[in-house]
């Protein structure tokens, strides 16, 4: 089926609010060792964070009045003594962002946030944060956001790459975190190969290859944790970028009435 | 952090039980259109089934007698309609190779197998069996499968990249699949980032990668399900290459104390 290669692109400054991280993406591209001009077929994959950054999807800690609720799981965690950040504050974000908490156990606190995503601590993060005192969230509709990054990208380069926003979580029953597409534009998000048949014409049981997701795992494999490398430009998956922005990471989600591990 | 690169093989014939699937490898890795000369850097992913079909981990549903569970489950599904296989004997097969059923629901099987993994139909798979009633199960002991396929590679070619064995797993609260290592020798099977610090010098929140994970998912987007190529070249992930084969994709399974999810 052929292959492609992943890069982590250098040179992006700290994002801050406001910033235009399509034009930063660009001018990155054009800055690499060996320069990039998007094409169509390129997907640029971006951590979270810097999509939240430049958003401003910042909360600041000193404006937040922790509830019962978050004093309760606070204390509750000082008891298991987990290495998870203890502020009820933070926590009381983490609330705030959930739609419901799928469980709060053993210092770890994994709910189900309005978008109907299901991770540790609503996707709230405080590291790589500017400033002390401040946590990131999610934002607040991560396919608008990857709709509106392919839009300008479009707009000032005439190529629209396919744009994934991508986060790490966790997974139920293995350790470790693998990213995930939170966000999505341009990219086939499922390949369905249910009802086809394989090399044999027999049906292929169950394989609906979740490809953003795919991507995403990939990707963070193309940087260093340390390093601050929020983009990855990835080349040769151009069977999975579409020409209209399609249904999003939202296509990802199962919906609750499916879901056997609430 | 740079890149890396992952490529399909082809022209791997059909495996057969007792087939030498290190030689089929090297014969095929030599035989690509830019021939390629393994070094111990290089990462070989391989399919399960591949791996299975050559150990002849395949159960013919003629020698298998369905006991009173597996009839239950085969008439309930029948009930709920599901477009899974409803053999009671391949349901026999999932069960002989389960040590715990997690969930039997809206049609779906789920399962912790013997070694530890969660996942559907205990990883009991039929389709391109080579024959109509038999079913493929999962290699006996994973890692072990890659460490004799890493040593055996080592003896054709004096190389010893890391090899993975992957299946495609479900997961708990998202649409599709993506693959998981469920062997592995000579990779990381995670990288642990926990309690170093970050560029602003916090420490990293919960930041420890599923690296034999995040390569089986990205080596599946290198071929397509409806062609015949179990084997993935990744060329780039050197440093998470060891000379010891290392502790295996056991060291990715949650262990069932840590589970909040059953």
Redesign the interface.
């Known amino acids: 089926?052929?292959?492609?290669?992943?890069?982590?692109l250098s040179g992006l400054p700290e994002i801050e609010p406001g910033d235009d991280l399509a034009r930063l993406l660009v001018q990155a591209l054009s800055a690499q060792d060996s320069p990039v001009r998007l094409r169509d077929g390129h997907i640029l994959v971006l951590a979270q964070k810097a999509v939240s950054k430049a958003e401003g999807a910042v909360v600041s800690l000193a404006a937040v009045t922790p509830g019962e609720q978050a004093e309760r799981i606070a204390a509750d965690w000082d008891l298991v003594g987990g290495?998870?950040?203890r502020d009820p504050r933070a926590i009381q974000v983490v609330l705030d962002q959930s739609a419901e908490i799928v469980?709060a156990?053993?210092g770890?606190l994994?709910s189900?946030t309005h978008h109907g995503l299901?991770c540790?601590n609503a996707g709230v993060?405080?590291?790589?944060?500017?400033r002390?005192e401040t946590v990131i969230v999610l934002p607040k509709d991560p396919d608008a956001s990857a709709r509106a990054i392919r839009g300008r990208l479009r707009e000032l380069t005439g190529a629209a790459p396919g744009v994934l926003i991508t986060d790490?979580f966790?997974?139920?029953?293995?350790?470790?975190?693998?990213?995930?597409a939170i966000g999505c534009a341009g990219v086939s998000?499922?390949d369905d190969?249910?009802g086809?048949t394989?090399?044999?014409g027999?049906?292929?049981?169950?394989?609906?290859?979740?490809?953003a997701?795919?991507?995403a795992?990939?990707a963070?494999?193309?940087?260093?944790?340390?390093?601050?490398?929020p983009a990855i430009l990835v080349e040769?998956?151009e069977r999975?970028v579409t020409e209209h922005d399609g249904p999003g990471a939202a296509?990802?989600?199962?919906p609750l009435e499916?879901?056997?591990?609430r």
């Open positions: 089926m052929g292959s492609f290669s992943l890069r982590g290495q998870t950040r469980r156990q053993n770890v994994i189900r299901v540790a993060d405080a590291s790589n944060s500017p002390d790490s966790g997974r139920a029953w293995r350790h470790g975190q693998c990213d995930v998000p499922l190969w249910r086809r394989d090399a044999n027999r049906e292929l049981a169950a394989t609906w290859l979740a490809v997701d795919s991507i795992a990939a963070d494999l193309a940087r260093g944790k340390d390093s601050s490398e040769g998956l999975f296509a990802l989600l199962r499916e879901d056997l591990f």
